[in-house]
């Protein structure tokens, strides 16, 4: 427990030396008149009635605290994006008259879903932590695995809406652990899609650790069981797997996974792995481009913060921030930590930017979840969501200067690599207040702006339809391999509209546990035509395409062009 009491002691640091900044950030944001980023709560008008459960039994499970993340994609085809729910299971000594399952709406249009779990097959009842979606098997639809509290689960879509459970013949149910965020890649770029699984702690309920706080039942930290490392599993081509952990060098390292996000932030062609763990270092697998791993993120500069202080690490994002061609991350954390943001250097150095930024106004006070890059107002420079919720239910009754329930956060981009917190002018969507976990971010009703989709914890969940009046141009693009694995996942997409340059990288898992994104939005400001796009297929050619037509949605095939 020494190790948690320095760390307390660092958070306690970071209060104080960003309390003068956040002061500041708050004096800029009440000075703006008006927020050009409007999101609307129109959660009653979907037609969504899922509610979430943990399981709770009043025991204090840790796994209750990290439930759950939810998945953003088109599962039929049509060109809507729909919305798989995680959910959690009854715990010991919890009963249900129908027990919890997770859910996947149907996007039918006009802000309609439909609940379509049972004619569809996808209805897991294990006790969903974590989700990613990509095409394992190169058939042209998109497959589901979710990471579980037990085990996991593999969806093999079968291109008419329906899913089938292929996971003991594919070898992926990973055994019995508590779960976190998982990847689709590929690792070894050979045209098809590997699968990356965190694994939280070791955890049995022999192990439950009952604790107490100030008189009050609390749930236990992480640090009251053992880290597991992480599986990787390779794609044999021939719909199995073979658990490669310990040859690529990931199983060689243990630490409590979270969030998980993939992405090519060297830019030396192949995809490496960010991994935060909670309360404790986060990991940079470095790949060498054969799909064996380094881990290099204490030389890389983001396994810790600013002061050297380990974080409770909880969603992962990844996105330029500041244009100039480098994937940067962002990764949400524990109450008394700002949210942190990790700017690319490029050499393989990242540097903690959050307080010059103010990329973590707002943040210091709460727990924060799920995580975004997301230019919702399309002016070509991207702005930051971050969803919040304490874990601990009861922390009210033991600490009155803390809520389990909160609002979520906005913080826009002032155009110069520097953001301000908007959530009060954002629009009545800003000011719904619950516990948040995963969160999603796509464009649900193809006008060409981003909306978001919030799991809370124990409730239902929050659906934003974005509003901005002050929207600029836009393009959408969806890849389509050939030769390279079929969702483009791990491309690198390269947009140049007369003085702007936007780059971006298609990911399959990312934030808190959660998959959304792989139809990359560019917001393009004023410019009415993208001169230049460029894209960079993992394992494949680079394809040049010119002069673009914005404001729609670009499918690009593999060496063929755009449609």
């Known amino acids: 427990m020494a190790e948690f009491s320095r760390a307390q002691e660092g958070r306690r640091r970071v209060k104080q030396r960003s309390s003068l900044l956040l002061f500041f950030l708050c004096v800029v944001s009440q000075a703006c008149a008006a927020s050009p980023i409007v999101l609307r709560d129109v959660t009653g008008k979907t037609g969504i009635t899922f509610r979430h459960t943990d399981g709770s039994s009043g025991q204090r499970y840790i796994m209750e605290t990290v439930s759950a993340g939810l998945a953003l994609f088109d599962y039929d085809n049509d060109g809507d994006i729909d919305i798989y729910f995680l959910n959690g299971a009854p715990l010991k000594g919890s009963k249900f008259k129908t027990p919890p399952m997770n859910t996947l709406y149907r996007n039918d249009g006009g802000w309609k879903f439909t609940d379509v779990t049972k004619e569809a097959g996808a209805g897991d009842r294990e006790y969903g932590l974590g989700v990613a979606v990509g095409d394992y098997d190169n058939d042209g639809d998109m497959d589901i695995y979710a990471n579980n509290y037990g085990p996991n689960i593999l969806y093999r879509n079968n291109g008419d809406g329906t899913f089938t459970d292929v996971t003991k013949q594919a070898g992926v149910a990973n055994g019995s652990k508590v779960g976190a965020g998982a990847c689709f890649l590929d690792a070894d770029k050979d045209g098809d899609l590997d699968l990356y699984v965190s694994n939280y702690l070791d955890f049995s309920y022999d192990k439950h650790v009952p604790i107490m706080q100030r008189g009050f ?71 060498d481009g054969t799909g064996r791993f380094e881990e290099v993120g204490l030389p890389a500069g983001c396994a810790y913060d600013l002061h050297g202080d380990q974080q409770g690490s909880m969603g992962v994002e990844c996105g330029d921030y500041d244009n100039d061609g480098l994937l940067d991350f962002y990764v949400t954390t524990y109450e008394l930590q700002l949210a942190t943001l990790y700017r690319n250097l490029g050499d393989g150095l990242f540097e903690d930017v959050t307080m010059l930024t103010g990329a973590g106004a707002g943040t210091l006070p709460h727990v924060t979840w799920g995580n975004s890059f997301t230019d919702f107002d399309n002016d070509g420079d991207r702005d930051i969501f971050v969803a919040c919720g304490h874990l601990q ?105 007369g003085d702007l340059t936007l780059i971006d990288e298609v990911h399959s898992g990312r934030g808190y546990q959660s998959h959304y994104g792989m139809r990359l939005h560019f917001g393009l400001g004023h410019r009415k035509k993208v001169d230049r796009i460029e894209v960079r297929w993992i394992g494949g050619p680079v394809d040049v395409f010119e002069n673009i037509a914005v404001d729609r949605i670009l499918t690009i095939t593999e060496g063929t062009g755009p449609e």
């Open 393 to 497: 239910d009861n922390v009210g009754l033991y600490d009155d200067t803390k809520t389990y329930l909160a609002r979520n956060i906005l913080l826009m981009s002032t155009g110069d690599g520097k953001f301000v917190d908007i959530s009060d002018k954002a629009g009545d969507g800003m000011n719904v207040r619950l516990s948040s976990r995963g969160a999603g971010f796509d464009d649900l009703d193809n006008d060409g702006d981003v909306d978001v989709v919030i799991l809370n914890s124990r409730r239902e969940p929050t659906i934003l339809r974005n509003d901005s009046s002050s929207k600029g141009h836009w393009l959408q693009v969806r890849l389509q391999g050939v030769k390279t694995n079929r969702d483009g996942i791990g491309a690198h997409v390269r947009v140049v509209a």
């Open 217 to 287: 039942p609390v749930y236990a930290t992480p640090r009251y069981f053992s880290p597991l490392p992480d599986n990787l599993y390779r794609n044999n081509g021939n719909g199995t797997f073979t658990d490669i952990s310990k040859d690529s060098g990931v199983g060689q390292h243990a630490g409590w996974g979270m969030g998980v996000v993939c992405a090519d932030y060297d830019s030396d062609g192949d995809t490496d792995v960010f991994i935060g763990n909670d309360v404790a270092e986060n990991f940079l697998f470095r790949n």
